[in-house]
């Protein structure tokens, strides 16, 4: 029975001062199989006789690679005996080897990472998504706007990737965010959009990265507050009372709308006839479910005398326009108006601390879409209404929320408390009680 053929080891250039590539030729059936290792190693260290390194103490990477080289050879043999003693082609041949090496595994995962999206392209793809899954456009459109963000720090800093986010990235995004004085919540904003989109990514197991996860990566807001910017009745009638024309009447004619009915500018922005309907006993009624929270809410209309001649005008349909020229145009109306009172406010800014600017500004400056909803819910708690009254229309999951959310400054708040105590004193001296006498015990 002749000899099965012996798997030889050599290396590519034996004269070289550095490492050089092992190599494996089998010769068989009058084929030259030339076969890579992959495994370098110093000529100096490479015994050419045995066809192995030589074995030396404390070199355990020389070991490693003689059992390497050992197992190699032993793949030869089998594949030869298994394809009936070489009735196989040279191409063959390797194939086996490189699946017996590993090697087609290994090939196999780098054409799965070349064809794996980079967080970049994942972004873009989800943004698609989600759009198509049916997410509500207003909040598709927050993923959008903040996603762009991170598209333009990749193009304006450097590319990042999935393994790139950790704490030192978080630095460089709040330093740049910073740089463009992105208003605190908006920064944070982007920090959270960020996460969830690396979030998503993970549970697609297109990474492992968990850097991003646990607590603090949120800028957390300071105390330092200013005034809540709100129309009490005066000011809303005499922006009713204004002549305007063309686009300008209609963004007028909204910002009542959303100021007499008291909700977010996605909802008062779609009124329609469906919307209202008048009860049994003749109360004309708003009658919605929110767009952001799926809440049920009722509201009266005849809160206000300019509210219902508005909505009249309008066919009971909303005005049409986006909420950036909506906010653009109502500034300069309500400059026109002369809003111009100064209020306290307090801007803070998105940094590795949060950085605070504190200035007295005309009112009509800080006026927008939001206004609306605040106005409308301080003005009726100033009417007298309770919280639990206004919860059901405002949408407030809580008191203490929606109390948070009331217009009411240090200084409207010490004058109430002022009127009140003087009622009080006015009350008890009507009633006798202001002739009771201290008696020292």
Known sequence: ???????????????????TLISLVFRYQGKRLVYSTGYSIHPKDWDSKMQRPIQQERRSDLFAIKRLLDDL???CIDIFIESEYGSISL?????????????TAAQQDATEQAQKPTFLEF????????????MRKSSWKGFNRHANILISFAGEVHP?????????????LIDWLGSRNDALAYGNKTLSVLRQFLERARRKKLHSNIDYQGSGWMIPKKKAVGQKVTLNPEKLQRLADLRLFNFADKVRDLFLIGAGTGQRFSDYSRYTPDNFYKTIN???????????????AKIPLNIFPWLIPILEKHDYTSPKMSMQKFNLVIKDICKKAKLDDKVFIVKQYIGRKA?????????????SSHTCRRSFATNLYRMGYRLAQLMPMTGHATESHLREYIGIDSEQNAEEIAFSIMEKRKNSKDSGSGNLRVVNH
């Open 282 to 296: 003749g109360i004309p009624i708003l009658s919605l479910i929110s767009q952001k929270t799926d809440t049920p």
């Open 91 to 103: 191409d063959g041949f390797k194939e086996q080897l490189d699946i017996r090496t590993g090697k």
């Open 123 to 134: 972004i873009k793809t989800e943004l698609e998504d989600m759009k198509t899954q049916g």
């Open 160 to 172: 990042f990737d999935y393994e790139d986010v950790d704490w030192n990235f978080r630095l460089e």
């Open 1 to 19: 029975m002749a000899k099965l053929p012996k798997p030889k080891f050599n290396l590519r250039l034996p004269k070289s001062k550095t490492e």
């Open 73 to 75: 050879a032993k793949y």
């Open 355 to 367: 950085r605070v600017e504190k200035t007295y500004v005309p009112k009509y400056e800080e006026v």
